[in-house]
């Protein structure tokens, strides 16, 4: 059967630009007999000289300055959102109305009305949908789901989440999208909690309550003068106020009626880079991940003999574990880079068979239904219910 070819639009071309560009291009080479094969037909961002140099440099080959064009052209199937939050319900729409498939960046939407609004959308047009919550398709993120699939933790009682960061914590810092809530929406919340939620949800299922605090170290930030990126920049005479939060707290519980959750996501955790960790306590065992060592998954089995008890460190590079066989010999690492390149390749083989891929907008919607509720928890001071997607 001859391979198929899914014609790929890219909206946006910096950090995930470059990312989701990298794998488009390596995901047919690690994995040869992908059933789907992406084709980089156009990239599009505002500033032509700009992306004309990186559709060079990325393999891309055409460019556009305006998504409404991009999503109308006949030779895309794909359209891939990487622009920051503000953007992605316009986009994402107008890809659904022109009848594409359409796979957006995380958080969803920087609402829950407007996430509503995406889901919809792509209801209504019967095209596939995908929100890129990578870290789902790390080999350790899989083999703890088997785990727990197994048993090996029992009943799950608790659910320990921190996404800690630092490279906010200059006061003189200033205020890139973002910290603009008009642009992301919120601040550690939506970049950095998002992904501990949906860690959260695809592992344990659902968040049925919680009760939350926000906080705003630095109200007042120096102008943006240039930016070079999502997180680097340069300031501006002038200050301006910061709306978004800095960290953002909250206790939880589970809708499985048992585990009981912590979240922490701060910018403000000097000597912390990209502590992205969980850990979970059953009655039978635990499981911790910490994404700067994101190769290795721990595990504790309470069944070990006495004497022999305590926390073992499984490197998840053999062949045998999920997505590995595509890469290097046995226990040769993987990268940041890589779950892009799994998201890539498990996305083109549902194409290649009309199915989709999750987690899809209804499960973008149910986190955005939590970062909703956190905000709303921490201006009320009580215990909320999480809304339905
Ligand atoms: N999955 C992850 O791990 C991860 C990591 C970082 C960022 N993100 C998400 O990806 C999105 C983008 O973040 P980033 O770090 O790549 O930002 P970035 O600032 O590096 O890049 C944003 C890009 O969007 C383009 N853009 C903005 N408005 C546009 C418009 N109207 N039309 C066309 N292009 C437009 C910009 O030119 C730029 O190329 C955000 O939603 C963010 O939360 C996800």
New binding site residues.
């Given amino acids: 059967m001859a391979v198929k070819e899914i014609r790929v639009g890219l909206?946006?071309?910096?950090?995930?630009?470059k990312a989701h560009s990298n794998a488009y291009r390596q995901a047919p080479f690690f994995f040869p007999d992908i059933k789907a094969r992406p084709v980089m037909k156009a990239i599009?961002?505002?500033?032509k000289a700009a992306v004309t140099q990186v559709a060079q440099q990325y393999g891309w080959e055409s460019v556009e300055t305006s998504?409404r064009k991009l999503v109308q052209r006949d030779d895309i199937d794909l359209v891939d959102i990487?622009?920051?939050?503000n953007?992605?319900t316009k986009m994402a729409l107008a890809a659904a109305e022109a009848g594409k498939a359409v796979y957006c960046?995380?958080?969803l939407a920087n609402n829950l009305a407007d996430a509503r609004l995406m889901l919809q959308a792509v209801r209504k047009a019967g095209v596939i949908n995908v929100v890129?919550f990578?870290y789902r398709r790390l080999p350790a993120i899989q083999l703890a789901r088997q785990l727990i699939e197994d048993g090996f933790v029992g009943t799950p009682y608790h659910w320990r989440a921190c996404y800690l960061q630092d490279w906010i914590i200059d006061p003189d810092f200033p205020l890139v999208?973002r910290l603009d809530k008009r642009i992301a929406g919120s601040g550690s919340l939506g970049?950095l909690a998002a992904?501990s939620i949906d860690l959260a949800m695809f592992l344990l299922g659902d968040i049925a309550s919680l009760a939350s605090l926000e906080q705003t170290f630095i109200t007042e930030r120096p102008r943006l003068a240039e930016t070079t990126?999502?997180l680097t920049a340069a300031a501006a005479k002038g200050k301006v106020k910061v709306a978004v939060d800095d960290a953002a707290l909250f206790v939880c519980r589970f809708a499985n009626g048992t585990t009981v959750g912590t979240f922490e996501a701060t910018r403000f955790a000097a000597g912390h880079k990209n502590f992205n960790t969980f850990e979970i306590n059953g009655s039978k065992g635990s499981i911790r991940f910490n994404l700067e060592r994101m190769n290795e998954l721990e595990v504790y089995d309470r069944s070990d003999p006495e004497g022999h008890q305590g926390f073992k460190t499984i490197l998840t590079t053999d062949p045998s574990h999920p997505y590995m066989e595509g890469y290097w010999p046995p226990a040769h690492n993987i990268g940041y880079e890589h779950s892009f390149i799994n998201v890539i390749h498990d996305l083109m083989n549902a194409m290649a068979q009309g199915k989709g891929l999750d987690p899809d907008f209804e499960q973008g919607v149910k986190v955005q239904a939590v970062l909703e509720t956190v905000t709303k928890a921490a201006k009320s001071k009580k215990w909320e219910k999480v809304p339905q997607a």
């Fill in positions: 909206i946006g071309y910096k950090f995930m630009g599009c961002g505002r500033d998504y990487t622009a920051p939050g953007w992605h960046e995380k958080p890129n990578n999208w970049d992904h990126g999502g």
